[in-house]
Antibody
Framework: QLQLQESGPGLVKPSETLSLTCTVS??????????WGWIRQPPGKGLEWIGT???????YYNPSLKSRVTISVDTSKSQFSLKLSSVTATDTAVYSC?????????????WGRGTLVTVSS | QSALTQPPSVSGSPGQSVTISCTGT?????????VSWYQQPPGTAPKVMIY???NRPSGVPDRFSGSKSDNTASLTISGLQAEDEADYYC??????????FGGGTKLTVL
C-alpha cells in the first residue's frame, strides 16, 4: 500500500523559505504512470495547486506561485520536495503531497495527511 | 489563474439528488475532458470521486456521477445520504498544462 508522508518545520518566519519533503513508501517514485504534486489549503479555505513533478525532474507550476516555488525529486531517497521563498502570512496553510495519475489524466488519487505550516514571527 | 467557480453551498434531504456546478473557461473546463471532483469531509484529506469528467474510481458508489457541457462541469449525487455531507471541489487541467481547483462547495444533508 503506497503511502505519502509530509515532513518539515511547522513554523516559518516571514520573508524566509518554506521547505517541505514528501516521502513515498510502499511503491516506486519512479513509476512512469504517476506524477507527484503539492497542494495547499489555508485554514477554512479551498484547495490550491502548487505544482507537480515527474520522476525525471520535469516540473509544472501554478503561474501565481511560479516565481517563488521550486519542486525537486530525489529518486534515490524516494522523496520529492517543495521550497517556497519569501513567505508571508498568506502562505499559512496545510500543505499536502499527493500522487497524480499520469498519461494526461491530471487528477490526484492518493494524498498524504498534510502538514500545517504557519508563517509568523 | 483564477479559481473555477462553484456555488458556496448546496443542500438536500436524504434520498434526494443534488447537483454541484463548476464553471470555467474555454482554456480549462471547456478545452478537454480532464475534470475531476474531490470529496473532503472535515479534517480529512480529499478523495477523488470522479475523474475525466464522468469516470468513477473503484469503490466510489454509482450514486456519484459527472458530466460536462461547454465550460461547465457538474457533479450529481443521487440518493443523498448523511455520509455525503462534506466539501466538494472540482479541478481541471488547463491548456497551459497547469491545474486549477474550484473554490469548493459545502454540501449539507438536511
Amino acid at each position: 500500500q503506497l503511502q505519502l508522508q509530509e515532513s518539515g518545520p511547522g513554523l516559518v518566519k516571514p520573508s524566509e523559505t518554506l521547505s517541505l519533503t514528501c516521502t513515498v513508501s510502499g511503491g516506486s517514485i519512479s513509476n512512469t504512470n504517476y506524477y507527484w504534486g503539492w497542494i495547499r489549503q489555508p485554514p477554512g479555505k479551498g484547495l490550491e495547486w502548487i505544482g507537480t513533478i515527474y520522476y525525471n525532474g520535469k516540473t509544472y507550476y501554478n503561474p501565481s506561485l511560479k516565481s517563488r516555488v521550486t519542486i525537486s525529486v530525489d529518486t534515490s531517497k524516494s522523496q520529492f520536495s517543495l521550497k517556497l521563498s519569501s513567505v508571508t502570512a498568506t502562505d499559512t496553510a496545510v500543505y499536502s503531497c499527493a500522487r497524480q495519475v499520469g498519461w494526461g489524466h491530471w487528477y490526484f488519487d492518493l494524498w498524504g495527511r498534510g502538514t500545517l505550516v504557519t508563517v509568523s514571527s | 489563474q483564477s479559481a473555477l467557480t462553484q456555488p458556496p453551498s448546496v443542500s438536500g434531504s436524504p434520498g434526494q439528488s443534488v447537483t454541484i456546478s463548476c464553471t470555467g473557461t474555454s482554456s480549462d473546463v471547456g478545452s478537454h475532458n480532464r475534470v475531476s471532483w474531490y470529496q473532503q469531509p472535515p479534517g480529512t484529506a480529499p478523495k477523488v470521486m470522479i475523474y475525466d469528467v464522468s469516470n468513477r474510481p473503484s469503490g466510489v458508489p454509482d450514486r456519484f456521477s459527472g458530466s460536462k457541457s461547454d465550460n461547465t462541469a457538474s457533479l450529481t449525487i443521487s440518493g443523498l445520504q448523511a455520509e455525503d455531507e462534506a466539501d466538494y471541489y472540482c479541478s481541471s487541467h488547463t491548456s497551459s498544462d497547469t491545474l486549477m481547483f474550484g473554490g469548493g462547495t459545502k454540501l449539507t444533508v438536511l
